[in-house]
Every structure is written in structure tokens, then in C-alpha cells.
Antibody, heavy 118, light 108 residues
């Protein structure tokens, strides 16, 4: 069964750092485009970052320079390192596969909540 | 950046009604558009890809159409389990992805 499971969310003070993990099963992370999408409370979906199968990485302007996407092929796991966190980063963070060509977000993980507050 | 404008932002309809949601792109995106359904507390689920292709296992009452800048998502006969928020998403401007702001569908 194809599955993504995110971990690592929690309460963090403004300016702090947090690393999210997304463990994949049933498919190979390194063979697919992988992405993070977030959803602030009561709001819509916002694309955050993508890592291509070749290793190139891209970010939304709102997180560029603060967040880093990466993967560990040996663990079949995707990561999001989040630094200099702000209140506006508070959201549920989902990881998703965008397939071999980077077009369709499917499947998605269940999401992990990050709350940035003092 | 490509902007996606969804309308309406919320919609109330009765069981059995035909429901239509529109998504307009700020520039031509060909058919590079997907539709997702999100139920409360759950991750989004793919329903339609490439503007008009029904994902495997998705009921046939769901459909999509359009190309260029104007797209339509339709539920032919609303069912109680269709209560959710629906999002469009473009992938013409890689590596930047954009979602519409969502349409919250409620039962009247």
C-alpha cells in the first residue's frame, strides 16, 4: 500500500527551528517529485516546496531562505527543515508525492500540525 | 506567478442538485489543472487530473472540463458524502504550484 506518514510537528516559539519528516512506503521517494503543502487554520492550501527526483529543490517565496527540503534515500524519507519560524508559519503541513513528472499531488500524508507561538 | 480564482467560495445545495464550481487562471495553462476534495480534518484527495480525467475509483458523478484559462468542476447529483471543500490546482508554471482558494460545499 502506498502511504506517507508525517511526524515532527508541535509547538515552537517564534524564531525557533523544527524538522518535519515524511516516511514513505509502497513507493520510492527518490524516483518521484516530492512536495510539502501547508494549510493554515481555516485557510486554503499553500504549496511550500518541492524536490525533484534529480535533487533540484524549489520554494515558495514565503519560505525561501528559511526552509530546506531534503530526502534520505536509504530511509525512503522526505524532510522539511524549518528555521526562523514565524507565527504565520502555523499550519498543518502535508507531504505529497507529485509523481514522476511533477503534476499531480497524490498520495498525501495525514498532515502534522506546527504551531508557532510564544 | 499564475493566480487561480475559484468561485464561489462557498455553496449550499440540496441532495440531488447539480453543482458547478469554476476556476479561472490568470494566464493560459492549457489543461494543466487538477481538482481535489478535502473533508474536515483530512488530507486532500485527487478527483480529476489534467482538467477532465476522472481518477480511478472516483464516482462518475464528478466531472471536469475546460482548457486555457477557464475550468469547470461539476457534481451531477449531489450526495451527502460530497460535503467538503474543493480545490483546483495548476501545474503549468513549474516549479511553482498554485491552488485555488477553495469552495466550501454544504448541504441545504
Amino acid at each position: 500500500e502506498v502511504q506517507l506518514v508525517e511526524t515532527g510537528g508541535g509547538l515552537i516559539q517564534p524564531g525557533g527551528s523544527l524538522r518535519l519528516s515524511c516516511a514513505a512506503s509502497g513507493f520510492t521517494v527518490s524516483s518521484n517529485y516530492m512536495s510539502w503543502v501547508r494549510q493554515a487554520p481555516g485557510k486554503g492550501l499553500e504549496w511550500v516546496s518541492v524536490i525533484y527526483s534529480g535533487g533540484s529543490t524549489y520554494y515558495a517565496d514565503s519560505v525561501k531562505g528559511r526552509f530546506t527540503i531534503s530526502r534520505d534515500n536509504s530511509k525512503n524519507t522526505l524532510y522539511l527543515q524549518m528555521n526562523s519560524l514565524r507565527a504565520e508559519d502555523t499550519a498543518v503541513y502535508y507531504c505529497a508525492s507529485i509523481g514522476a513528472v511533477g503534476s499531480i499531488f497524490d498520495p498525501w500524508g495525514q498532515g502534522t500540525l506546527v504551531t508557532v507561538s510564544s | 506567478d499564475i493566480q487561480m480564482t475559484q468561485s464561489p467560495s462557498s455553496l449550499s445545495a440540496s441532495v440531488g442538485d447539480r453543482v458547478t464550481i469554476t476556476c479561472q487562471a490568470s494566464q493560459d495553462i492549457s489543461n494543466y489543472l487538477n481538482w481535489y476534495q478535502q473533508k474536515p480534518g483530512k488530507a486532500p484527495k485527487l478527483l480529476i487530473y489534467d482538467a477532465s480525467n476522472l481518477e480511478t475509483g472516483v464516482p462518475s458523478r464528478f466531472s471536469g472540463s475546460g482548457s486555457g484559462t477557464d475550468f469547470t468542476f461539476t457534481i451531477s447529483s449531489l450526495q451527502p458524502e460530497d460535503i467538503a471543500t474543493y480545490y483546483c490546482q495548476q501545474y503549468d508554471n513549474l516549479p511553482q504550484y498554485t491552488f485555488g482558494q477553495g469552495t466550501k460545499l454544504e448541504i441545504k
